[in-house]
């Protein structure tokens, strides 16, 4: 089976009748979590995302003080989780604000969990290459907003040189 072009399929959404168009979207998210999750964004946090920050941070808190510190395989495991459901919500979102503010919060408390992070083992690289992603979307922001945000990853990463946190 052919997999249609975004384009063509955009042109055959914009030619259907809204009861139709609905019947499509609750059938997609029948079929994955996923994408019922990105629907539930998009009917419900997209008008405000200073509200679905703050869920999203919540949860994330909430999964840090459910990690596993008694055996660093499952230390490591747990981190990685955290992040990868960071991700899916960084996805969600359009704003490279959101990703930047998503991003520092998961690092902020990445730093808190007293987990060792050696330069140059898993944890150290993975710690590093938030820092460069969080960079990267620092740079697309205003330049206001790019300062503190820069200001605030400083001060992430002075913990890390100096071994504070």
Do not use: W
């Amino acid at each position: 089976m052919e997999i249609k072009s975004l384009a063509e399929l955009k042109r055959e959404l914009s030619l259907m009748h809204p009861a139709a168009l609905a019947g499509i979207c609750i059938q997609l998210a029948r079929y994955k979590k996923e994408n019922k999750e990105l629907l539930g964004y998009l009917l419900f946090d997209s008008n405000y995302e200073p509200g679905y920050i703050l869920k999203v941070k919540a949860e994330i808190d909430g999964l840090f003080t459910e990690l596993n510190r008694n055996n660093l395989y499952f230390t490591k495991k747990g981190i990685r989780k955290i992040l990868k459901v960071t991700n899916k919500y960084i996805k969600y979102s359009p704003h490279k604000k959101t990703e930047a503010e998503l991003r520092l919060h998961y690092i902020t408390r990445l730093k808190e969990s007293g987990v060792r992070m050696i330069p140059g083992t898993a944890l150290g690289n993975l710690f590093d290459g938030q820092v460069d992603k969080i960079s990267k979307a620092i740079e697309t922001l205003h330049e206001d907003l790019r300062r503190d945000y820069t200001e605030e990853l400083k001060q992430v990463t002075m913990k890390e040189k100096t071994g504070k946190g």
